[in-house]
Every structure is written in structure tokens, then in C-alpha cells.
């Protein structure tokens, strides 16, 4: 990670981790023990890529990044709860999550599923409360809540994770053709949707025009299945400590692309990817200049 990105990163990060300790502040009517679970996963690290491109694509259109840190935190909070659902031991099973304990491990199976709930359904609040905040019209509010719930929901994210599930042990059944049209619908749902409703939802926030809002879409859409395919080659080549995990993708029989077109026919396609995704910034001159390096960024790092 270059200089510039690390900075705007650290800055981010910073002021999504202050928003979302207000968000998540003790209250008479949250329990604290659901609290404690929620702010365990939340605040367990992690690159906050999500809410990073929510606040980037908010300074790209015209708005300063500290009027969308709500939203940014929304998009944050949904990501979380999607980990500590996905680990459970009906789902992928993990005992390990950024190098800590993962949230059943701690809490137990039926308070880390309320903790996920809870983180999902608070993102739904903060970003209500970012759309009130900068006095949205009625239309523009209820486009942010619908484009973050199809993101997230059995559209997006969680079909994507249906499709995942589904997808376990195909790769040895089905033609390879067959096994990529169903992959890049895995990643692009799994992956993909949240982070292109990430970027939308910044462009939302800051007014955009609907060409702009697509350019970032186009620009995510890449990127989102950039980044896992990244992932998918880490699972092989990486290392698990500094990844934070012990399992595979291999030990699970994962439909992946590094399974199907090897480590560095995968990596050739995570780099045609991001040399589409800078092409889709162009409109934004150097206002994209963070995107830009974080689309770098995302096929070069090690964890």
C-alpha cells in the first residue's frame, strides 16, 4: 500500500471507528450483552474497505466525506454481520476471524446471530439518520435505503452466499465454461454487490448525476470481483497468519478461481479487471485519485 492510499485509508478508518462508537454508544435500551457481542466483531480490525469507497465516492461527487461517515458506518456494520453469520457452524464453520476467536466461539451461536441481526438492522437506522442529516428528499432517502437492502439482501450478498453454498464441489462436475459463468455470479453477488452499493450509496448521498452513479457502479462491478478473486488466490498462496484464518478454501471444496484457472491464470484476470475499473473513473479526474490506488491496492496485497 503506497503512501497516499495509507493515509487516506488511516483517515477513514478513523473517523468511521468515531461514528461507529457513537452509533453503538451504552444505552438503557440496548442490552449489553448483545452490545458487547456486536462491538466485538466490529472493532476485531479489518481493511474497512466498504465504508472507505462509501466516503470516497461521496468526495468524487462534490460532498465532503465527513457529511457520509453515517452511511459509512452502515456499510461497515452490514459487512460484520455477514462475517459473524457466515462463520457459524451451519455455514462455513470457522473457529478463527482476523486472527481472534470468531463471535459464537466467544458469545455463543444464538448471541452472535443476535449480534449480526442487530449490526444489520443498526446500519439500516444510521443510514436513515445520514439521509435526515443532509435534509435527502423524500425520493433520494428512500434510493439509498432500497440500494443498500439489494446489496445486502437475497439479491446481493445473501443470494450470492446461497450461490456459494450451492456451489461447493461443482467444479469437479460441471464443464469449466459452466464453473466460470457460475463463480462470476458467486463473486460478483457475494462480493461485489455490497461494494458496489457502497460507492453507490456515497454518490447518493452527495446528489450525483445518474451518469456518475453508473461510472461508480462500473468502477465497483470490477473492482468487487477483483478483490475476491485476489482472495481466492491468498487462500493458495497466502499466509494464514497474517490472513487471520486456518481453514481453506481447498479443505472445503470451494467452487474458486484460483481452483479453476490456477494461481496465475486467476491473478491475469484480477488484473484485466482493475485495469477496467481505472478506465470507468476517467469522469472524475483526480478527485478518483483514491480509487485509483485502492483498485491497485486490491489484486497487491497479502492478507
Known amino acids: 500500500m503506497n503512501a497516499q492510499l495509507a493515509r487516506a485509508m488511516g483517515k477513514n478508518t478513523a473517523s468511521v471507528d468515531g461514528a461507529m462508537e457513537k452509533l453503538l454508544a451504552p444505552s438503557p435500551d440496548l442490552p449489553e450483552t448483545v452490545r458487547k457481542a456486536m462491538r466485538y466483531s466490529l472493532f476485531a480490525g479489518g481493511k474497512r474497505l466498504r465504508p472507505t469507497l462509501v466516503l470516497e465516492a461521496a468526495e468524487c461527487c462534490g460532498l465532503n466525506a465527513s457529511k457520509a461517515l453515517k452511511t459509512a458506518a452502515a456499510l ?29 466461539t466467544v458469545f455463543g451461536e444464538a448471541m452472535a446471530i443476535l449480534a449480526g441481526d442487530g449490526l444489520l438492522t443498526k446500519a439500516f437506522e ?40 450451492a456451489a ?15 463463480l462470476k455470479t458467486v463473486h460478483r453477488r457475494k462480493t461485489g454487490a455490497l461494494i458496489v452499493a457502497s460507492l453507490d450509496a456515497g454518490a447518493v448521498l452527495a446528489g450525483a448525476s445518474q451518469a456518475k452513479r453508473q461510472a461508480l457502479r462500473s468502477y465497483g462491478d ?3 470481483l477483483a478483490f475476491q478473486i485476489a482472495d481466492d488466490v491468498l487462500d493458495v498462496v497466502g499466509d494464514k ?8 478454501d481447498r479443505d472445503n471444496d470451494k467452487l474458486t478461481y484460483a481452483a479453476l484457472y490456477g494461481v496465475d491464470g486467476a491473478r491475469a484476470k484480477a488484473r484485466s479487471l482493475v485495469e477496467k475499473a481505472h478506465a470507468h473513473l ?12 485502492l483498485a491497485d491496492y486490491i489484486i497487491e496485497r497479502d492478507k
Open 76 to 104: 461497515e456494520m452490514i459487512h460484520t454481520y455477514s462475517l459473524i453469520h457466515d462463520d457459524l457452524p451451519a455455514m462455513d464453520d470457522d473457529d478463527l476471524r482476523r486472527g481472534k476467536p470468531t463471535n459464537h
Open 168 to 182: 461447493e464441489g461443482l467444479s469437479k462436475r460441471l464443464s469449466k465454461s459452466a464453473a466460470a459463468k457460475i
Open 241 to 248: 497468519k497474517k490472513m487471520g484464518k486456518r481453514g481453506s
Open 282 to 293: 476517467q469522469p472524475f479526474g483526480s478527485r478518483a485519485s483514491v480509487l485509483h490506488e
Open 222 to 224: 470490477c473492482v468487487g
Open 126 to 165: 444510521a443510514a436513515a439518520e445520514n439521509a435526515a442529516d443532509l435534509k435527502l428528499k423524500g425520493r433520494e432517502a428512500a434510493e439509498l435505503i432500497r440500494l443498500i437492502a439489494r446489496g445486502a439482501g437475497a439479491e446481493g450478498m445473501v443470494g450470492g452466499q446461497v450461490a456459494d453454498l
